[in-house]
């Protein structure tokens, strides 16, 4: 089994290095390939050359859809856990912000009765998804460690517990007719309807990089390298004059943010918000997604998040022995976490410190023990 | 001589236990002071009350003039208080420069950080020859070395150092023991933390002696090497 394990690394060390050694010129033109095909990905025209890639179970584009919004929050999560080192649970209890508050803000089902549109409601689901961010992490960032996985955990749950036993946030019955983000073609059509859900996966990749290209300057400038610190060892970090609680409520919050954003856009894609978008589930799977990837890499929790929808997707409509799969599919993950934890924990593509810290952390345990 | 650290009647808790009962020392401009004690008597507690990462109890710290009782850890960074803590506290995943590079996070004066920088790996050799390397791969002694480096990057007005000879071998304590005198001739006060207190008592110009919480004892370095119960306790000489 080493031997395998080593072999695998030795590969990977080997195209780690031959990315790092590449000109420059032709990173780039590896990333843009990368882009044009997630560009071009959900048209039939192209995936249709693709063999069994495409979903069979259910409209490709729309699986798209699904799992961009997933890499769009793993990217914010691995802030939170991988370049902070914050345990949040309760991750999706973001998503659920800001999809409410647009929910709230928009639909005729609302007792508001404001009906805004998609795109006035959308900066106030950001900002209140911020201020809850904020609003959690202010008491609990202060402790240490253990309270702030339960306290998120306890978070995401009481949202759930709240959207569906108020009568405000409509439960079940939940809020429709939720109106699509604003823009037309020429011809009049509306580039966002209900057909097509190409355009809102084109929305979610064009944000993802936004995004993406926002996170790595932050995590490369001195916030970043506060959160490096943090993460390693809180007290040193402080001993070096880190304000650490500051950099800590920054993580939080700015997961916090992308959550919201993630929340705003399903909201606006769906049309129908209602509290059974909303289960415990999902946080772990995020949560599973980043660590899969691994933690503290952007890249990691890109392919982490991806890689996680996309085979829950995958798995819908193929039988196999008579039993759907995807009845399966968590237990499936159950299994490759376990895996995962036992063979890398530090995940698929992993952080070069990462890898150093587990190591000195086993180190650690065998001097302790 | 102007006094830099003053510490009155201090008293920390964990929970409920209560580690420090009351404690008074001062530091003043220029000395090395130890402070010496067996296992389990406060001295790293001591420590943190002074970098503020456990708050106190009651009484008072006063550092450069200034009431830091209530003062921010970072913020004490700022003032000139720099800690290297006890055992391996160095960052794991960063390389030895980035460590170092940490260790000037409150700094904007990039051009002396970068003097300070050559000045540190001048006073460690061994840190020198391992810039590239991570600081979890390194040797128990260049951690500790990592440690003290680390918290000379702040530029700091008083340096505490925290068992800075603990777990090394003979010869490397002897070397960690003459760069803390060269970094007090070079013009830093120093505040240091032993359980060796053959040498730290050697080297320092006064110290203290702590006891379940208590200073039990003060002095000059050579008074204390020659009292009796000190030599007794803590000397290994019956
Ligand atoms: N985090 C903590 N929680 C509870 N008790 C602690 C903690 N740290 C230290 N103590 C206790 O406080 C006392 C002093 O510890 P410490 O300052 O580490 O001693 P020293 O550095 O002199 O060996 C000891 O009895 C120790 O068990
Ligand atoms: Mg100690």
Same mark, same amino acid.
């Given at each position: 089994?080493?031997?395998?394990?080593?072999?695998?690394?030795?590969?990977?060390?080997?195209?780690?290095?031959?990315?790092?050694?590449?000109?420059?010129?032709?990173?780039?033109?590896?990333?843009?390939?990368?882009?044009?095909?997630?560009?071009?990905?959900?048209?039939?025209?192209?995936?249709?050359?693709?063999?069994?890639?495409?979903?069979?179970?259910?409209?490709?584009?729309?699986?798209?859809?699904?799992?961009?919004?997933?890499?769009?929050?793993?990217?914010?999560?691995?802030?939170?856990?991988?370049?902070?080192?914050?345990?949040?649970?309760?991750?999706?209890?973001?998503?659920?912000?800001?999809?409410?508050?647009?929910?709230?803000?928009?639909?005729?089902?609302?007792?508001?009765?404001?009906?805004?549109?998609?795109?006035?409601?959308?900066?106030?689901?950001?900002?209140?998804?911020?201020?809850?961010?904020?609003?959690?992490?202010?008491?609990? %960032?202060?402790?240490?460690?253990?309270? *702030? !996985?339960? /306290?998120? =955990? +306890?978070?995401?749950?009481? #949202?759930?517990? $709240?959207?569906?036993?108020?009568?405000?946030?409509?439960?079940?019955?939940?809020?429709?007719?939720?109106?699509?983000?604003?823009?037309?073609?020429?011809?009049?059509?509306?580039?966002?309807?209900?057909?097509?859900?190409?355009?809102?996966?084109?929305?979610?990749?064009?944000?993802?990089?936004?995004?993406?290209?926002?996170?790595?300057?932050?995590?490369?400038?001195?916030?970043?390298?506060?959160?490096?610190?943090?993460?390693?060892?809180?007290?040193?970090?402080?001993?070096?004059?880190?304000?650490?609680?500051?950099?800590?409520?920054?993580?939080?919050?700015?997961?916090?943010?992308?959550?919201?954003?993630?929340?705003?856009?399903?909201?606006?894609?769906?049309?129908?918000?209602?509290?059974?978008?909303?289960? %415990?589930?999902?946080?772990?799977?995020? *949560? !599973?997604? /980043?660590? =899969? +990837?691994?933690?503290?890499? #952007?890249?990691? $929790?890109?392919?982490?998040?991806?890689?996680?929808?996309?085979?829950?997707?995958?798995?819908?409509?193929?039988?196999?022995?008579?039993?759907?799969?995807?009845?399966?599919?968590?237990?499936?993950?159950?299994?490759?976490?376990?895996?995962?934890?036992?063979?890398?924990?530090?995940?698929?593509?992993?952080?070069?410190?990462?890898?150093?810290?587990?190591?000195?952390?086993?180190?650690?345990?065998?001097?302790?023990? | 001589?102007?006094?830099?650290?003053?510490?009155?009647?201090?008293?920390?808790?964990?929970?409920?236990?209560?580690?420090?009962?009351?404690?008074?020392?001062?530091?003043?401009?220029?000395?090395?002071?130890?402070?010496?004690?067996?296992?389990?008597?406060?001295?790293?507690?001591?420590?943190?009350?002074?970098?503020?990462?456990?708050?106190?109890?009651?009484?008072?710290?006063?550092?450069?003039?200034?009431?830091?009782?209530?003062?921010?850890?970072?913020?004490?960074?700022?003032?000139?208080?720099?800690?290297?803590?006890?055992?391996?506290?160095?960052?794991?995943?960063?390389?030895?420069?980035?460590?170092?590079?940490?260790?000037?996070?409150?700094?904007?004066?990039?051009?002396?950080?970068?003097?300070?920088?050559?000045?540190?790996?001048?006073?460690?050799?061994?840190?020198?020859?391992?810039?590239?390397?991570?600081?979890?791969?390194?040797?128990?002694?260049?951690?500790?070395?990592?440690?003290?480096?680390?918290?000379?990057?702040?530029?700091?007005?008083?340096?505490?150092?925290?068992?800075?000879?603990?777990?090394?071998?003979?010869?490397?304590?002897?070397?960690?023991?003459?760069?803390?005198?060269?970094?007090?001739?070079?013009?830093?006060?120093?505040?240091?933390?032993?359980?060796?207190?053959?040498?730290?008592?050697?080297?320092?110009?006064?110290?203290?002696?702590?006891?379940?919480?208590?200073?039990?004892?003060?002095?000059?370095?050579?008074?204390?090497?020659?009292?009796?119960?000190?030599?007794?306790?803590?000397?290994?000489?019956?």
């Amino acid at each position: 089994m080493t031997s395998v394990r080593e072999w695998i690394d030795s590969g990977r060390h080997a195209v780690a290095e031959r990315w790092h050694n590449a000109p420059r010129w032709m990173r780039w033109a590896v990333i843009a390939a990368v882009i044009v095909f997630f560009y071009a990905l959900p048209n039939r025209e192209f995936y249709q050359w693709l063999g069994p890639i495409p979903t069979t179970g259910s409209n490709f584009g729309q699986v798209l859809f699904t799992v961009s919004i997933y890499v769009l929050l793993a990217v914010g999560l691995n802030i939170v856990v991988g370049f902070a080192g914050l345990l949040d649970l309760g991750y999706f209890g973001f998503f659920a912000v800001g999809a409410y508050t647009v929910a709230v803000l928009t639909s005729p089902s609302s007792d508001l009765k404001t009906l805004w549109p998609w795109l006035l409601a959308l900066p106030v689901a950001l900002v209140l998804t911020m201020v809850s961010g904020v609003m959690l992490g202010t008491p609990t %960032l202060r402790l240490r460690g253990d309270y *702030l !996985a339960i /306290v998120t =955990l +306890g978070f995401a749950e009481m #949202i759930r517990v $709240a959207a569906t036993a108020s009568d405000f946030l409509k439960g079940q019955r939940g809020f429709n007719q939720i109106p699509h983000p604003p823009g037309s073609y020429s011809d009049g059509k509306p580039i966002f309807g209900v057909l097509d859900p190409r355009p809102y996966y084109w929305l979610v990749l064009t944000l993802i990089i936004l995004v993406v290209i926002g996170v790595r300057n932050l995590n490369r400038s001195r916030v970043g390298r506060a959160w490096i610190s943090i993460r390693e060892d809180e007290d040193a970090a402080q001993l070096m004059g880190v304000p650490t609680f500051k950099f800590k409520l920054w993580a939080f919050a700015s997961g916090a943010f992308i959550g919201g954003l993630a929340g705003a856009l399903f909201a606006g894609k769906q049309n129908f918000v209602s509290s059974q978008n909303l289960e %415990l589930l999902n946080s772990i799977i995020i *949560l !599973a997604a /980043v660590i =899969l +990837g691994g933690s503290g890499n #952007i890249v990691g $929790a890109i392919v982490g998040g991806g890689l996680v929808a996309y085979l829950i997707e995958r798995f819908r409509g193929i039988e196999f022995f008579g039993v759907e799969l995807y009845e399966y599919r968590f237990m499936f993950f159950g299994l490759v976490l376990v895996v995962m934890m036992i063979f890398r924990p530090q995940g698929l593509i992993p952080n070069r410190r990462r890898a150093a810290e587990f190591k000195d952390r086993r180190k650690e345990v065998i001097v302790g023990g | 001589m102007t006094t830099l650290l003053e510490i009155e009647d201090v008293s920390l808790l964990y929970g409920r236990i209560k580690a420090l009962h009351g404690i008074s020392l001062t530091v003043n401009e220029g000395e090395i002071v130890a402070l010496i004690g067996a296992n389990g008597a406060g001295k790293s507690t001591t420590m943190r009350a002074i970098s503020g990462i456990r708050p106190v109890a009651s009484g008072r710290i006063r550092f450069n003039g200034e009431d830091i009782t209530k003062l921010r850890a970072d913020l004490r960074v700022r003032r000139g208080l720099c800690q290297a803590p006890e055992g391996r506290g160095i960052f794991p995943g960063m390389t030895v420069l980035e460590n170092l590079d940490m260790g000037a996070y409150t700094r904007r004066d990039r051009a002396e950080v970068g003097k300070d920088l050559a000045k540190v790996l001048d006073l460690f050799p061994r840190l020198a020859e391992r810039r590239k390397q991570v600081g979890g791969t390194l040797s128990g002694g260049e951690q500790q070395m990592l440690a003290v480096g680390r918290a000379l990057m702040s530029r700091p007005k008083l340096l505490l150092l925290d068992e800075p000879s603990m777990g090394l071998a003979p010869m490397l304590i002897q070397q960690i023991f003459s760069i803390i005198t060269e970094i007090n001739e070079q013009g830093t006060t120093i505040l240091l933390v032993e359980q060796n207190a053959q040498q730290a008592l050697a080297r320092a110009h006064r110290a203290y002696v702590l006891e379940t919480g208590r200073i039990v004892k003060e002095g000059t370095g050579s008074e204390l090497l020659h009292d009796p119960a000190v030599k007794e306790a803590y000397l290994g000489v019956a």
